[in-house]
Protein backbone atom coordinates (compact mmCIF):
# COMPACT_ATOMS: atom_id res chain seq x y z
CA UNK A 1 0.00 0.00 0.00
CA UNK A 2 2.26 3.39 -1.11
CA UNK A 3 0.20 6.44 0.01
CA UNK A 4 1.07 9.43 -2.33
CA UNK A 5 2.81 12.40 -1.40
CA UNK A 6 2.85 15.35 -3.26
CA UNK A 7 6.70 16.38 -2.64
CA UNK A 8 9.69 16.71 -4.97
CA UNK A 9 11.93 15.57 -2.51
CA UNK A 10 11.80 11.92 -1.40
CA UNK A 11 13.85 10.37 1.50
CA UNK A 12 13.87 6.40 2.41
CA UNK A 13 15.40 5.35 5.46
CA UNK A 14 15.98 1.73 6.20
CA UNK A 15 16.94 0.09 9.53
CA UNK A 16 20.04 -1.32 10.36
CA UNK A 17 20.41 -3.84 12.58
CA UNK A 18 21.52 -4.52 15.40
CA UNK A 19 20.51 -1.36 16.79
CA UNK A 20 22.43 0.57 19.19
CA UNK A 21 19.14 1.60 20.73
CA UNK A 22 6.07 19.40 10.96
CA UNK A 23 6.94 18.75 15.06
CA UNK A 24 5.98 15.20 14.79
CA UNK A 25 4.37 15.48 18.56
CA UNK A 26 0.20 15.19 18.05
CA UNK A 27 -1.97 13.06 19.18
CA UNK A 28 -4.69 11.55 16.55
CA UNK A 29 -7.52 9.63 18.35
CA UNK A 30 -9.14 7.49 15.97
CA UNK A 31 -12.81 7.25 16.40
CA UNK A 32 -15.86 5.69 14.47
CA UNK A 33 -18.53 7.94 13.43
CA UNK A 34 -21.12 8.60 10.35
CA UNK A 35 -19.00 10.72 7.89
CA UNK A 36 -15.31 10.75 7.23
CA UNK A 37 -13.00 13.81 8.68
CA UNK A 38 -10.02 15.29 10.45
CA UNK A 39 -10.39 18.07 12.98
CA UNK A 40 -7.84 19.94 14.99
CA UNK A 41 -8.90 20.44 18.65
CA UNK A 42 -7.00 23.16 21.16
CA UNK A 43 -9.10 22.57 23.88
CA UNK A 44 -11.43 20.37 25.65
CA UNK A 45 -14.58 22.33 25.39
CA UNK A 46 -14.48 22.26 21.75
CA UNK A 47 -14.50 18.05 21.71
CA UNK A 48 -17.72 18.09 23.83
CA UNK A 49 -19.17 20.03 20.96
CA UNK A 50 -19.13 17.10 18.63
CA UNK A 51 -18.72 14.22 20.71
CA UNK A 52 -20.60 14.42 24.21
CA UNK A 53 -18.51 13.86 27.37
CA UNK A 54 -20.08 10.25 28.02
CA UNK A 55 -18.06 8.63 24.88
CA UNK A 56 -14.71 7.18 24.73
CA UNK A 57 -13.57 9.81 22.35
CA UNK A 58 -13.99 12.90 24.69
CA UNK A 59 -12.76 10.96 27.48
CA UNK A 60 -9.15 10.00 25.49
CA UNK A 61 -9.41 13.79 24.89
CA UNK A 62 -9.75 14.63 28.52
CA UNK A 63 -6.95 12.36 29.55
CA UNK A 64 -4.51 13.88 26.74
CA UNK A 65 -5.48 17.33 27.97
CA UNK A 66 -5.32 16.85 31.43
CA UNK A 67 -1.42 15.83 31.36
CA UNK A 68 0.92 18.73 33.63
CA UNK A 69 2.51 19.03 29.74
CA UNK A 70 -0.63 18.37 27.50
CA UNK A 71 -0.02 19.46 23.75
CA UNK A 72 -1.83 22.49 22.51
CA UNK A 73 -3.66 20.62 20.19
CA UNK A 74 -4.96 16.95 19.16
CA UNK A 75 -5.93 15.53 15.49
CA UNK A 76 -9.39 13.59 16.11
CA UNK A 77 -10.13 11.30 12.80
CA UNK A 78 -13.48 9.72 12.30
CA UNK A 79 -14.06 7.09 10.13
CA UNK A 80 -16.63 5.35 8.83
CA UNK A 81 -18.03 2.12 6.79
CA UNK A 82 -19.89 4.14 4.13
CA UNK A 83 -17.24 5.22 1.52
CA UNK A 84 -16.52 8.70 0.95
CA UNK A 85 -18.29 10.43 -2.03
CA UNK A 86 -16.25 10.24 -4.93
CA UNK A 87 -14.78 12.88 -7.03
CA UNK A 88 -16.92 14.51 -10.04
CA UNK A 89 -14.39 14.52 -13.17
CA UNK A 90 -14.57 15.91 -16.49
CA UNK A 91 -15.97 13.84 -19.27
CA UNK A 92 -14.40 14.94 -22.02
CA UNK A 93 -16.78 12.57 -24.24
CA UNK A 94 -19.82 14.55 -24.08
CA UNK A 95 -18.56 17.45 -22.04
CA UNK A 96 -20.66 16.65 -19.39
CA UNK A 97 -19.59 15.57 -15.60
CA UNK A 98 -19.05 12.14 -14.47
CA UNK A 99 -18.94 10.38 -10.93
CA UNK A 100 -15.71 8.66 -10.93
CA UNK A 101 -14.98 6.15 -7.48
CA UNK A 102 -11.02 5.92 -8.47
CA UNK A 103 -10.45 3.87 -5.24
CA UNK A 104 -12.94 1.01 -6.74
CA UNK A 105 -10.15 0.11 -9.21
CA UNK A 106 -7.18 0.62 -6.89
CA UNK A 107 -6.89 -2.55 -4.98
CA UNK A 108 -4.04 -1.43 -2.39
CA UNK A 109 -6.44 1.46 -1.54
CA UNK A 110 -8.86 0.69 1.92
CA UNK A 111 -12.58 1.30 0.39
CA UNK A 112 -13.81 2.59 3.37
CA UNK A 113 -13.23 2.49 7.38
CA UNK A 114 -10.70 3.22 9.69
CA UNK A 115 -7.63 2.15 6.92
CA UNK A 116 -9.10 4.55 4.42
CA UNK A 117 -9.16 7.43 6.97
CA UNK A 118 -5.65 6.20 7.95
CA UNK A 119 -4.76 6.51 3.59
CA UNK A 120 -6.41 10.00 3.32
CA UNK A 121 -5.20 11.59 6.14
CA UNK A 122 -1.51 10.32 6.33
CA UNK A 123 -0.11 13.44 5.38
CA UNK A 124 -1.78 15.61 7.70
CA UNK A 125 -0.18 16.84 10.81
CA UNK A 126 -0.30 13.68 13.82
CA UNK A 127 2.11 10.97 14.24
CA UNK A 128 0.76 8.79 17.53
CA UNK A 129 -2.66 7.02 16.67
CA UNK A 130 -4.81 6.08 19.46
CA UNK A 131 -8.26 4.26 19.24
CA UNK A 132 -11.26 5.95 21.25
CA UNK A 133 -12.98 2.26 20.80
CA UNK A 134 -11.22 -0.69 20.58
CA UNK A 135 -12.05 -3.20 17.92
CA UNK A 136 -9.97 -5.58 16.87
CA UNK A 137 -10.09 -5.81 13.00
CA UNK A 138 -10.42 -1.93 13.38
CA UNK A 139 -7.05 -2.17 15.44
CA UNK A 140 -5.46 -4.14 13.09
CA UNK A 141 -6.32 -2.39 9.84
CA UNK A 142 -4.82 0.31 10.94
CA UNK A 143 -1.35 -1.27 12.19
CA UNK A 144 -1.51 -2.20 8.61
CA UNK A 145 -1.57 1.25 7.43
CA UNK A 146 1.06 2.75 9.66
CA UNK A 147 3.35 -0.52 8.78
CA UNK A 148 3.29 0.24 5.25
CA UNK A 149 1.93 3.64 4.15
CA UNK A 150 3.57 5.88 2.73
CA UNK A 151 5.15 6.90 -0.45
CA UNK A 152 8.03 4.61 -0.19
CA UNK A 153 6.02 1.86 1.39
CA UNK A 154 8.09 1.85 4.67
CA UNK A 155 5.67 3.28 6.85
CA UNK A 156 5.12 6.61 8.87
CA UNK A 157 3.13 7.42 12.21
CA UNK A 158 2.85 4.72 15.22
CA UNK A 159 0.25 3.30 16.90
CA UNK A 160 -0.22 3.23 21.08
CA UNK A 161 -2.81 0.21 21.52
CA UNK A 162 -3.90 -0.50 25.03
CA UNK A 163 -5.32 -3.74 26.28
CA UNK A 164 -6.73 -5.22 29.53
CA UNK A 165 -9.10 -8.06 31.05
CA UNK A 166 -11.34 -8.24 28.47
CA UNK A 167 -8.98 -8.22 25.40
CA UNK A 168 -5.42 -9.08 26.43
CA UNK A 169 -5.79 -12.56 24.28
CA UNK A 170 -5.76 -10.22 21.57
CA UNK A 171 -2.30 -8.60 21.43
CA UNK A 172 -0.12 -11.46 20.21
CA UNK A 173 -1.56 -10.74 16.73
CA UNK A 174 -0.14 -7.42 17.16
CA UNK A 175 3.33 -8.43 17.50
CA UNK A 176 4.61 -8.26 13.78
CA UNK A 177 3.70 -4.57 13.74
CA UNK A 178 7.43 -2.32 14.44
CA UNK A 179 5.02 0.77 14.71
CA UNK A 180 2.95 -0.64 17.45
CA UNK A 181 3.24 -0.95 21.02
CA UNK A 182 0.81 -2.75 23.47
CA UNK A 183 0.08 -1.29 26.56
CA UNK A 184 -1.51 -3.23 29.68
CA UNK A 185 -4.01 -1.87 32.09
CA UNK A 186 -6.15 -3.56 34.50
CA UNK A 187 -8.64 -0.34 34.84
CA UNK A 188 -10.03 -0.42 31.78
CA UNK A 189 -11.55 2.65 31.70
CA UNK A 190 -8.71 4.74 32.80
CA UNK A 191 -6.97 6.10 29.02
CA UNK A 192 -3.02 5.42 29.97
CA UNK A 193 -1.84 5.23 26.30
CA UNK A 194 -3.50 8.55 25.68
CA UNK A 195 -1.87 10.06 29.14
CA UNK A 196 1.36 8.56 28.56
CA UNK A 197 1.62 9.84 24.70
CA UNK A 198 0.42 13.37 26.22
CA UNK A 199 3.44 13.39 28.70
CA UNK A 200 5.37 11.86 26.48
CA UNK A 201 5.63 14.37 23.57
CA UNK A 202 5.92 17.56 25.85
CA UNK A 203 9.27 17.60 24.56
CA UNK A 204 10.80 17.37 20.84
CA UNK A 205 11.22 14.20 19.39
CA UNK A 206 14.65 11.81 20.26
CA UNK A 207 14.78 13.89 23.77
CA UNK A 208 12.26 11.58 25.72
CA UNK A 209 13.04 7.56 27.17
CA UNK A 210 9.49 6.85 26.79
CA UNK A 211 10.14 4.18 29.82
CA UNK A 212 10.61 7.21 32.80
CA UNK A 213 7.61 9.20 31.30
CA UNK A 214 5.85 9.24 34.95
CA UNK A 215 3.68 10.23 36.63
CA UNK A 216 0.54 10.34 34.66
CA UNK A 217 -2.87 12.25 36.21
CA UNK A 218 -4.99 10.41 36.44
CA UNK A 219 -3.73 6.17 35.89
CA UNK A 220 -3.74 3.68 38.85
CA UNK A 221 -0.23 2.47 38.78
CA UNK A 222 -0.91 -1.19 38.95
CA UNK A 223 -0.29 -3.64 41.40
CA UNK A 224 0.79 -6.48 40.40
CA UNK A 225 2.24 -9.75 41.78
CA UNK A 226 5.76 -10.91 40.53
CA UNK A 227 4.29 -14.07 38.14
CA UNK A 228 1.86 -11.48 36.40
CA UNK A 229 4.31 -8.71 36.17
CA UNK A 230 6.79 -11.74 34.20
CA UNK A 231 4.11 -12.91 31.85
CA UNK A 232 2.97 -9.28 30.94
CA UNK A 233 6.56 -9.10 29.89
CA UNK A 234 7.06 -12.17 27.93
CA UNK A 235 3.81 -11.26 26.03
CA UNK A 236 5.19 -7.87 25.23
CA UNK A 237 3.16 -5.84 27.26
CA UNK A 238 4.34 -2.56 28.35
CA UNK A 239 2.45 -1.73 31.51
CA UNK A 240 2.72 1.31 34.47
CA UNK A 241 3.94 0.58 38.22
CA UNK A 242 5.59 2.28 40.89
CA UNK A 243 9.02 2.40 41.24
CA UNK A 244 10.83 4.20 44.34
CA UNK A 245 8.62 7.49 44.44
CA UNK A 246 7.28 7.59 41.13
CA UNK A 247 5.31 5.74 38.91
CA UNK A 248 6.43 4.90 35.20
CA UNK A 249 6.52 2.34 32.27
CA UNK A 250 8.48 -1.17 33.06
CA UNK A 251 9.66 -1.26 29.57
CA UNK A 252 9.28 1.26 26.49
CA UNK A 253 10.10 -1.51 23.49
CA UNK A 254 7.54 -3.53 21.77
CA UNK A 255 8.15 -7.40 20.15
CA UNK A 256 10.32 -6.01 17.55
CA UNK A 257 12.77 -4.55 19.83
CA UNK A 258 12.55 -1.02 18.70
CA UNK A 259 12.23 1.74 21.36
CA UNK A 260 9.52 4.12 20.37
CA UNK A 261 12.38 7.08 20.83
CA UNK A 262 13.99 5.11 18.38
CA UNK A 263 10.93 5.38 15.50
CA UNK A 264 10.03 8.70 16.83
CA UNK A 265 13.57 10.17 15.72
CA UNK A 266 13.23 8.04 12.64
CA UNK A 267 10.33 9.96 11.58
CA UNK A 268 11.84 13.04 12.39
CA UNK A 269 14.41 12.88 10.69
CA UNK A 270 12.20 11.34 7.14
CA UNK A 271 10.43 14.18 7.76
CA UNK A 272 12.82 17.35 8.09
CA UNK A 273 15.32 15.90 5.63
CA UNK A 274 12.16 16.51 3.04
CA UNK A 275 11.17 19.86 4.40
CA UNK A 276 13.89 21.33 4.36
CA UNK A 277 15.03 20.84 1.59
CA UNK A 278 12.04 20.87 -0.23
CA UNK A 279 12.04 24.48 0.96
CA UNK A 280 15.47 25.37 0.39
CA UNK A 281 14.95 24.22 -3.67
CA UNK A 282 11.39 26.12 -3.75
CA UNK A 283 12.82 29.14 -2.49
CA UNK A 284 16.12 29.18 -3.79
CA UNK A 285 16.06 27.51 -6.79
CA UNK A 286 18.83 27.18 -9.88
CA UNK A 287 20.47 30.17 -7.97
CA UNK A 288 21.77 27.51 -5.11
CA UNK A 289 20.81 24.16 -6.87
CA UNK A 290 22.10 24.23 -10.27
CA UNK A 291 22.84 20.79 -11.78
CA UNK A 292 26.91 21.56 -10.81
CA UNK A 293 29.24 20.31 -8.30
CA UNK A 294 28.55 24.28 -6.06
CA UNK A 295 24.68 22.86 -6.67
CA UNK A 296 25.97 18.58 -5.41
CA UNK A 297 27.57 20.23 -2.57
CA UNK A 298 24.55 22.38 -1.35
CA UNK A 299 22.46 19.31 -1.27
CA UNK A 300 24.79 17.71 0.83
CA UNK A 301 25.00 21.04 3.33
CA UNK A 302 21.55 20.88 3.44
CA UNK A 303 21.16 17.05 4.65
CA UNK A 304 24.11 17.48 7.25
CA UNK A 305 22.62 20.41 8.54
CA UNK A 306 19.22 18.96 8.91
CA UNK A 307 20.92 15.98 11.00
CA UNK A 308 22.95 18.31 13.08
CA UNK A 309 19.58 19.51 14.10
CA UNK A 310 18.63 15.89 14.62
CA UNK A 311 21.43 15.23 16.76
CA UNK A 312 21.02 18.06 18.87
CA UNK A 313 17.88 16.48 20.06
CA UNK A 314 18.92 13.71 20.91
CA UNK A 315 18.38 11.37 17.45
CA UNK A 316 21.60 10.83 16.83
CA UNK A 317 24.49 9.25 18.90
CA UNK A 318 27.88 10.96 18.86
CA UNK A 319 31.55 9.73 18.72
CA UNK A 320 34.39 9.80 21.06
CA UNK A 321 35.16 13.19 19.65
CA UNK A 322 31.74 14.97 20.13
CA UNK A 323 30.98 14.65 16.78
CA UNK A 324 27.49 12.86 15.60
CA UNK A 325 27.55 9.51 14.09
CA UNK A 326 26.56 10.43 10.78
CA UNK A 327 27.54 10.45 6.83
CA UNK A 328 26.23 11.74 3.59
CA UNK A 329 27.07 10.78 0.21
CA UNK A 330 26.23 12.71 -2.22
CA UNK A 331 27.62 11.86 -6.27
CA UNK A 332 30.27 13.66 -8.23
CA UNK A 333 29.17 15.52 -10.98
CA UNK A 334 31.44 13.89 -13.33
CA UNK A 335 29.75 10.14 -12.29
CA UNK A 336 25.99 11.44 -13.18
CA UNK A 337 24.71 10.10 -16.78
CA UNK A 338 24.18 13.45 -18.92
CA UNK A 339 20.93 12.09 -19.75
CA UNK A 340 20.01 12.23 -15.37
CA UNK A 341 21.24 15.55 -15.49
CA UNK A 342 19.08 16.19 -19.10
CA UNK A 343 15.87 15.07 -16.89
CA UNK A 344 16.81 17.46 -13.58
CA UNK A 345 16.95 14.27 -11.19
CA UNK A 346 19.63 13.84 -8.72
CA UNK A 347 19.47 10.13 -7.57
CA UNK A 348 22.24 8.01 -5.73
CA UNK A 349 22.09 10.70 -2.64
CA UNK A 350 22.56 8.41 0.57
CA UNK A 351 22.68 9.33 4.52
CA UNK A 352 23.15 7.16 7.42
CA UNK A 353 23.36 8.15 11.24
CA UNK A 354 23.89 5.82 14.52
CA UNK A 355 20.62 6.13 16.62
CA UNK A 356 21.49 7.68 20.33
CA UNK A 357 20.12 5.10 22.68
CA UNK A 358 19.58 5.42 26.67
CA UNK A 359 20.28 3.85 30.53
CA UNK A 360 17.15 1.66 30.76
CA UNK A 361 18.16 -0.59 33.54
CA UNK A 362 21.31 -0.02 35.89
CA UNK A 363 23.17 -2.64 37.71
CA UNK A 364 25.39 -2.52 40.51
CA UNK A 365 27.14 -4.93 42.69
CA UNK A 366 27.88 -3.55 46.03
CA UNK A 367 30.45 -4.74 48.66
CA UNK A 368 29.82 -4.31 52.47
CA UNK A 369 32.99 -4.61 54.85
CA UNK A 370 32.02 -5.52 58.02
Known amino acids: MLIPKITDVYVSIDITHPQISKDLKKIAIFTKGDQQSFKTYTYLPDVMADF???????????????QDDAPEAIQIITYADKVPAPVIQSNT?????????????????????????????FYEDWEI??????????????????????????????????????????????????RTWKFYHSAEDEKYTAALASEGTSDDAGKVSWKFVHDLNGITPEKLTATELLNLKRQH?????????????IDDSNAQGLFVDFIHGLDFVKATVESNLQNALTLDGKQVFSYTQKGL?????????????????????IDSTGKYKRHVDVPDIDKIH?????????????????SSSAINEVHINGNAVA
Open 129 to 178: AILADYNKADALALADVLENGGYDGKGFHFMFQQFGPSNAGDGADFDKYS
Open 237 to 249: FITYVQKADHASQ
Open 93 to 121: SNAGTTVVDNNASNTSQPSAGIGRAAFDY
Open 297 to 317: NAIKVNIETTLDKAGNQGIID
Open 338 to 354: ASTVSHRILQGVKFEYT
Open 52 to 66: DENTETYKTAEAIFS
